[in-house]
């Protein structure tokens, strides 16, 4: 079993830096591709960014340059640093574990709120 617990989420202002962190139980974190999912009131939920085990990264168009995705594999942590902070990014942040078995489902955390206003 897999437990997923988001921090780091909070208020800040247009063009600030927050940093996101997720730790993870289990044994299978560092075979694993992490990802970050984020969703706003009304929308539905969105890729922002994926590592996979190697460390091979992706991003959503509307974050890249400005978010930066890592793992630390010796702490079964999972970061998001985000910067250049925009209202658009307000949204609650989702740290998600895709396991390498095919056999076994994606585990989500509960999330942590982002609000981006001035």
């Known amino acids: 079993q897999v437990h997923l617990v988001e921090s780091g989420g909070g208020l800040v202002q247009p063009g600030g830096s927050l940093r996101l962190s997720c730790a993870a139980s289990?044994?299978?974190?560092?075979?694993?591709?992490m990802g970050w999912y984020r969703q706003a009131p009304g929308k539905q939920r969105e890729l922002v960014a994926r590592?996979?085990?190697?460390?091979?990264?992706l991003y959503a168009d509307s974050v890249k340059g400005r978010f930066t995705i890592s793992r630390d594999n010796a702490k079964n942590t999972l970061y998001l640093q985000m910067g250049g902070l925009k209202p658009e990014d307000t949204a609650i942040y989702y740290c998600?574990?895709?396991?390498?078995?095919?056999?076994?489902?994606?585990?989500w955390g509960l999330g942590t709120q982002v609000t981006v206003s001035s």
């Open positions: 998600n574990l895709d396991p390498p078995f095919p056999s076994q489902p994606d585990y």
């Open positions: 590592i996979g085990s190697g460390g091979t990264t």
């Open positions: 289990g044994s299978i974190f560092r075979l694993s591709t």
